[in-house]
């Protein structure tokens, strides 16, 4: 046992342990993420298609929300709130997590342990007045995955529901305190946007584009954050200082098709082909703390990398055939698969 202050004992002991809670929450998610997932989208799609009310009067909004008081209580749980366009609450709902309460409680016993500190000059209930932060931060890790989950299956959650023209998924501890999550907006032509320069930053952020064929076209500088493109078809196509940070690309092919200069961090690619495609100085290995790019279930056939720095991006199931980098850096066991596949790192 030892003296110290309480300035010390927070930075020293607490400040690592809430560290530590922190990624033993997110090392939860990860191992668990497929049973997570299914649990999550499957309870908010029976909470919107319980109520015959949804299917007569538009839904504005969904908000979910976790309280710290919950978890003080021992029952951590999420909430959700279904808002028509009037602002008014059709139904509520919750789902338990009380997962959350395992590492919560050994997080609260490490607190805890007097072999840290002298009972009589440091006391752990000092402390919980730093709990309500500690667990605003366990939202936050929690709302990452959310936030992917929600762009690969809002559009699903909500199919056969009345929505207003402009759709929204909060989270937050407070109902007032709010993130945007998700988003469904009513669908637009992006072939007329080529060109057009002064567009508001959120024209096309959160679309939605699905069984399009994009060709012989140039796509300049457009922000597409947070949009989602399903069996789309781009061939030839030219992505040339483009935002498409946090888009979906769900079973696309991409056929002769040149992303240049363009920004793919937090880029999701799924069940999508490459063909005789170019990547030259694409920003995608998740820098100033946002994700790294994500491929899974791809295929790559004759393709370049140029110009990319890409250690950090993610590749799950994907094939590579006939690859050739110049100037270019990627993950060693994306590297190993490429030399034993014959393709040259120039």
Aim: hydrophobic fraction near 40%.
């Amino acid at each position: 046992m030892k003296y110290c202050t309480i300035k010390d004992f927070y930075k020293n002991i607490y400040l690592p342990l809430e560290e530590k809670l922190l990624i033993d929450i997110n090392d939860y998610c990860i191992e668990n993420q497929q049973a997570m997932q299914e649990e999550y989208i499957g309870w908010l799609y029976k909470v919107v298609h319980a109520s015959n009310i949804a299917k007569y009067v538009p839904l504005e909004r969904l908000h979910c929300t976790m309280l710290y008081t919950d978890i003080f209580s021992g029952n951590a749980s999420m909430s959700c709130y279904v808002y028509d366009a009037q602002g008014s609450i059709m139904t509520v709902a919750s789902l338990s997590c009380l997962w959350i309460m395992n590492l919560w409680q050994d997080f609260e016993k490490q607190i805890c342990d007097e072999r840290e500190y002298i009972r009589s000059v440091i006391h752990p209930v000092m402390f919980r007045c730093y709990y309500p932060s500690t667990i605003r931060k366990v939202l936050a890790v929690l709302g990452e995955y959310l936030k992917v989950w929600l762009a690969l299956n809002l559009d699903k959650i909500m199919t056969g529901i009345l929505l207003t023209s402009e759709f929204y998924v909060t989270y937050g501890e407070y109902q007032g305190e709010q993130e945007v999550i998700g988003r469904l907006r009513s669908k637009v032509n992006l072939l007329k946007y080529i060109g057009q320069d002064n567009l508001p930053d959120d024209e096309l952020r959160y679309r939605f584009f699905s069984d399009e064929r994009y060709r012989v076209r140039k796509l300049g500088e457009l922000d597409l954050q947070n949009s989602k493109f399903k069996d789309c078809l781009f061939e030839p196509w030219k992505f040339e200082n483009t935002d498409l940070q946090n888009v979906v690309f769900d079973n696309c092919r991409f056929h002769l098709t040149e992303f240049r200069k363009v920004d793919l961090d937090g880029a999701i690619f799924i069940n999508c082909s490459f063909d005789m495609c170019c990547f030259q100085s694409v920003q995608a290995d998740g820098r100033l703390g946002r994700y790294p790019a994500l491929f899974v279930n791809c295929s790559f056939s004759d393709l370049n990398f140029v110009d990319c720095d890409w250690i950090g991006v993610d590749y799950i199931d994907c094939e590579f055939t006939h690859a050739k980098m110049i100037n270019s850096k990627l993950d060693g066991g994306v590297l190993n698969k490429i030399g034993i596949e014959g393709c040259s790192n120039v």
